[in-house]
């Protein structure tokens, strides 16, 4: 059956064409804006990738383990999409021009990355002991290969099963997706809300408690920027597996807007951490980006700390 499928692909590439035909400003417009995207989100989350590799304090932390993960596979998100988003591609069950659900998966990998990564500072800041005692290090990378695995043996399942049994396990997937999304990004986010609003009300005025402060909000941003993004997908998958309709109601990847909505996140997600963190904001601007205006300040991210200190080692 693979070999088939790539039987097929290999004679349709040679007529697979842009997006949409460049015959007019519009479609020319929406072809530049994938390109776009896709650059942005290989630049941006390259960029955080490199910063978190170079400062040993930022490795030192779990939560950068999870935003190293998250961005990787937003980095292969955007390779992918030269291809799934500029291209005249379905990426469906049965098109000729599908990428075997290998696009998908590491979009479904940054998405698990982001739920992990709130659970796991939910853990942090409401049992900072416990937390500090059962996710080490070695337990942190060992939830990471989990749901690396997991994706990747979804793909490999829906490769290998029938056309009716993928679309099955997509629909569960996605129906499973949102339980998740709003435990975690609504309910386990409003309690670290007001658990970290409880904590800070008892602290003395200082810096330190308005930093603390603004890293409660960049949280919230974060999942509500999350929820935008995924939802509306989640929620169409599920609402047409229920109805019985086609569950691809454009005519490529790349026209999609729940799609599209979707690998936006792969751009706001990485920009947000930059924005809330001061040590990997400086090491972006000075060891990556190399920009002179920081340089001059003559700031060493090595040594600074981090602006969201919700959180334990």
């Not at 910063?51 to 930022?58: A, D, W």
């Not at 997706?177 to 309690?191: A, D, E, Q, V």
């Not at 920027?225 to 939802?231: E, G, R, S």
């Not at 109601?249 to 997600?269: H, K, Q, S, Y």
Request: proline letters at 3%; aromatic letters at 12%; charged letters at 15%.
């Amino acid at each position: 059956m693979i070999l088939s499928s790539l039987m097929n692909i290999s004679e349709s590439s040679a007529g697979l064409g842009t997006v949409l035909p460049l015959t007019s400003f519009e479609n020319v417009l929406l072809f530049l804006f994938n390109v776009i995207l896709a650059t942005a989100i290989i630049f941006i989350n390259a960029s955080v990738f490199v910063s978190i590799v170079m400062n040993r304090s930022l490795r030192s932390e779990n939560r950068f383990m999870y935003m190293l993960s998250t961005c990787l596979s937003d980095i292969c998100t955007g390779v992918s999409y030269y291809y799934a988003g500029v291209m005249d591609v379905r990426d469906y069950y049965d098109s000729p021009t599908r990428t075997f659900y290998i696009a998908l998966t590491f979009l479904g990998l940054s998405y698990m990355a982001i739920l992990a990564a709130q659970a796991d500072r939910y853990h942090a800041v409401s049992a900072p002991f416990k937390y500090s005692q059962r996710m080490t290090r070695n337990r942190t990378l060992l939830v990471i290969l989990a749901y690396w695995v997991y994706g990747f043996l979804i793909a490999a399942v829906n490769n290998l099963v029938t056309l009716g049994v993928a679309k099955r396990v997509t629909f569960l997937a996605a129906f499973v997706g949102n339980i998740f999304s709003i435990i975690i990004m609504i309910g386990l986010n409003l309690r670290l809300f007001f658990i970290a609003k409880f904590q800070l009300g008892r602290e003395p005025a200082s810096e330190e408690r308005d930093n603390k402060r603004a890293s409660i909000y960049l949280i919230i941003i974060v999942a509500v920027c999350f929820l935008i993004a995924w939802l509306p997908l989640f929620l169409h998958v599920i609402v047409c597996n229920f109805a019985g309709t086609s569950c691809y109601m454009f005519r490529n990847e790349g026209t999609d807007p729940l799609r599209i909505l979707a690998r936006l996140n792969a751009v706001t997600t990485p920009l947000l951490y930059i924005r809330g963190c001061t040590a990997l904001r400086s090491t972006v601007m000075i060891k990556v980006w190399r920009i002179p205006c920081c340089k001059s300040k003559g700031v060493n991210p090595q040594n600074m700390e981090t602006t969201i200190h919700i959180e334990v080692k």
